[in-house]
């Protein structure tokens, strides 16, 4: 009987790990989906990634042109609308994405999530610093240029191909000192705004009448998922065994060592 209740135990302790480790833990997202700005001295662009489910099919492009026309009204601050997708199929599905100051991104997804739910949420942020330091450094050296460019166009015993040659540089300079302007630009509306992306999905128009044939189309995969769930706790279960038996053989010989009658040892 306690050896019966030694085996149990060693099976068990192979189990449980298998166990923990197929636990997966999935973190609800919170309905508020703040924006967010970075701290002075910080030069950070931020990013949000939002997943939100509609309750019906065609409330995609509802929730799509009602976003939309809140970024172009500027109804909750300025937004720009960087890109727009939708698909009508079997699957609908649609993506906007904007870029909009920070406070206007929490009224924004709410305003997306209108009969719907926030099913997840990823907030990311780049740091431009390194970028818009050298950026900085550049613009300074360019101006740098320009100004000896233009002492020396102020000589007077300067020939004419070298005037034109002065002419030149100075063109390119400010063809530079203008590409290096529009990158800064535009790093600080990445760092002043946020991107926001925003997925709808939605279930399938003749999702309600199709679930039986879903389940049986789906039977096979999931069949198989099991079958290979099973392999692997047996793959978990594998080196506990072997590792247990050995101690099993030993621990029950010694039993038998200690019980066994003093007149009966040799």
């Not at 002075?40 to 509802?62: S, T």
């Amino acid at each position: 009987m306690r050896l019966r209740w030694f085996v149990l135990l060693v099976v068990a302790l192979g189990v449980l790990p298998a166990c923990e480790k197929k636990g997966v833990r999935v973190a609800q997202p919170e309905e508020a989906v703040a924006g967010e700005q970075a701290k002075a001295g910080a030069f950070l662009a931020y990013e949000h990634a939002i997943r939100i489910a509609l309750g019906e099919h065609d409330a995609i492009p509802v929730r799509i042109a009602a976003v939309r026309d809140a970024c172009a009204d500027e109804r909750f601050g300025a937004c720009s609308l960087l890109s727009l997708e939708q698909d009508s199929g079997r699957y609908p599905d649609g993506r906007i994405v904007v870029r909009i100051v920070p406070a206007g991104v929490e009224p924004l997804v709410r305003l997306a999530a209108e009969g719907g739910a926030i099913r997840s949420r990823k907030t990311s942020a780049e740091d431009l610093a390194q970028a818009v330091a050298d950026n900085a450094k550049q613009r300074e050296l360019l101006a740098q240029q320009r100004a000896t460019f233009e002492e020396l166009q102020m000589r007077k015993d300067l020939a004419v191909a070298d005037r034109l040659a002065l002419a030149r540089e100075l063109t390119a300079l400010d063809v530079q000192l203008d590409t290096a302007e529009q990158e800064s630009a535009q790093q600080r509306r990445r760092i002043e705004t946020n991107r926001l992306t925003i997925d709808f999905t939605a279930p399938s128009p003749d999702s309600g009448n199709s679930r039986i044939g879903n389940v049986l189309r789906n039977l096979g995969d999931s069949f198989g998922e099991g079958v290979a769930d099973a392999i692997e706790y047996v793959g978990y279960l594998l080196p506990f065994l072997a590792l247990g038996f050995p101690l099993l053989l030993l621990l029950r010989w010694l039993w038998r060592r200690a019980t066994r009658p003093r007149g009966s040892r040799s």
